[in-house]
């Protein structure tokens, strides 16, 4: 009897040894799973073999950036080397590719010829010097560009070059008159025009204000070319003839503009000519005077007394385009009220007094 209880004793130890021995087992044979952190396109996770090798994940192309591998707690993983048999997560690295700027001083001075710069990261172009004039700032073909830091988001080696100003940035003159304070009692006051670009003797001029509030059609349902658009003909006629002399008139250049195919004494820029020669937001805004306000022009901001502008650039669907009092661009429509006035000009240098 004693006999058959040993035989049973040893029989339930050796069925506990087995069972902890399976369990234990089972843990450590758990397969382990491995997530690949993509780093900017989400992650995937997948089952790691025991032991055995990880299959690397095919990686799509990220635009500005080269792989440098798949990286486990800063180490790089290997492989055909390494193994887990562990939860992990290992993390792609990407390096930014590197692109060459050229600089282009167009007869100025500057400490370097070209900058190399790298994809999404901040650049700081360098200063630039040319004796006689101002700088009037570094450019892409129209595209402006600031000195202070930006982002890099080209994918190819680009050129700037360096524009230069005979008159500092934000020089304003005095030419002409129209009625601004919205007193007619005290006669028309003289008009402030920004200096956006100087050649040939002559100066190109914008309104610093927004000196009235027109439609760019009267009539809705027409199409929105500058071509036959009312506002050409209110700027070269009206407009012309309240604002200047006849001396003043014939200091004033005819100007062709190639976009819309018109010749014209006065005009709106267009969208392009607004990002190149506008050089920062405060350009940009469009602060009415009281008498464009009182003709019932509604504002952007009300308390700032800024509304969005007329530019030249047309369509055929019932829209015309406006550059916001912020400086962002929009479309709108012909019925949708009035929109600000600021012309624009190109006038010989000796007729204009600089303030």
Known sequence: ???????????????????????LGSCYYKTPMVTFDYDYMGKQAVQAPINGFLTEPAL??????????????????????????????????WIPQSYTLTLDTNGGICDAESITVYFEQPYRLPEVTKEGYYFAGWYIGNSHHLVKDE???????????????????????????????????????PIDWLVLDEKDGKYLLISQFVLDGQHYNELESKYNLWKDSYIRTWLNTYFLEAAFTLEEQKAISETYLSDVDTTDRIFFLNHAETQALLLNDTWCLGKCTPYALSLGLKLNVSNERYKSWHLRDGDNHGR?????????????????????????LWVNKDAVQLN
């Open 60 to 93: 799509p192309e990220r635009t500005g950036y080269v792989f440098d591998g798949w990286y486990y707690e800063e180490k790089r993983w290997i492989f055909s080397e390494d193994t887990t048999n562990d939860n992990i997560v290992l993390i792609a690295k």
């Open 151 to 189: 982002i890099w988001t080209y994918t190819t080696d680009k050129t700037y070059q360096a524009k230069w100003s005979v008159l500092p940035e934000g020089t304003t003159v005095t030419f002409g008159v129209y009625e601004q304070d919205n007193n007619i009692a005290n006669g028309a006051e």
């Open 1 to 23: 009897m004693k006999k058959s209880i040993n035989v049973l004793k040893f029989i339930m130890v050796i069925f506990l040894l087995l069972s902890q021995s399976l369990s």
């Open 320 to 344: 015309f385009s406006t550059a916001a009092a912020s400086g962002v661009f929009c479309g709108t429509d012909v019925g949708r009220g009035l929109q600000g006035c600021r012309p624009a």
